[in-house]
Structures are given as C-alpha cells and as structure tokens.
C-alpha cells in the first residue's frame, strides 16, 4: 500500500482541519490505519486509528473529543478530522497502514509522507 497524506496547513487555536490520507493498491480495505504526529524535537507518537472496517477507532487521550478518525474504502481513503485545535497538535502528521489497529507504530509496514499542521495561538 502506497499512502499519501494531505490537508495540513495553518491554522488558529480553536480552528479545524481535515486531513487525508489516499492509498493505492488494492488491499486498502482489508489494512488498519492509523494517524501518527512528530512535533519538533519530539518522538513520534500515536494520535488515532481505525479497524479496516471502520468498527473500530481508537484515540490517544489528548485528542479524545476533538479528533475523529474516519476512512472510505470505496474511496481508498482515511480521514482525520481534527477540531478545537490547539498550539500543542502542531506536528507533522503521518499515515500508516498496519495488518491490526495498534498504537505502536512498529506495528505499521506503510508510511505516507506526512502532512505539517501549525496552529497558531
């Protein structure tokens, strides 16, 4: 699977962005997809994830109520819609395909390039 993120941007606090993520290839459908951020000087850390059906999601504490993480097959697409954002989500955002939903990005065998959001306060 070939991932290729889009969407970020600048933004102020408060603001919204929905990222994307389009995938090639025909096993799109039966992959998880995860969303991952590295902030300057910081590890990469894990922000949502979603089953291949789109049955279930998870989200890392910080983004609980702000962020909803969101795919169409059909589409071979994921989304991320981020709300309420703050100065602290500022990060380069990254898709990943992974045979499971799982947090840890070792988990993960496909990477899109990342997308950088700013948010400004």
């Known amino acids: 699977v070939q991932l290729q993120a889009s969407g970020g941007g600048l933004v102020q606090a408060g603001g919204s962005l929905r990222l994307s993520c389009a995938a090639s290839?025909?096993?799109?459908?039966?992959?998880?997809m995860g969303w991952f951020r590295q902030a300057p000087g910081k590890e990469r850390e894990f922000v949502a994830a979603?089953?291949?059906?789109?049955?279930?999601?998870y989200y890392v504490d910080s983004v609980k109520g702000r962020f909803t993480i969101s795919r169409d097959n059909a589409k071979n697409t994921v989304y991320l819609l981020m709300n309420s954002l703050k100065p602290e989500d500022t990060a380069v955002y990254y898709c990943a395909a992974g045979a499971v939903l799982n947090v840890n990005p070792v988990h993960y065998h496909s990477w899109g390039q990342g997308t950088l959001v700013t948010v400004s306060s």
């Open positions: 290839g025909r096993t799109f459908s039966s992959v998880a």
């Open positions: 979603i089953s291949w059906s789109g049955g279930s999601t």
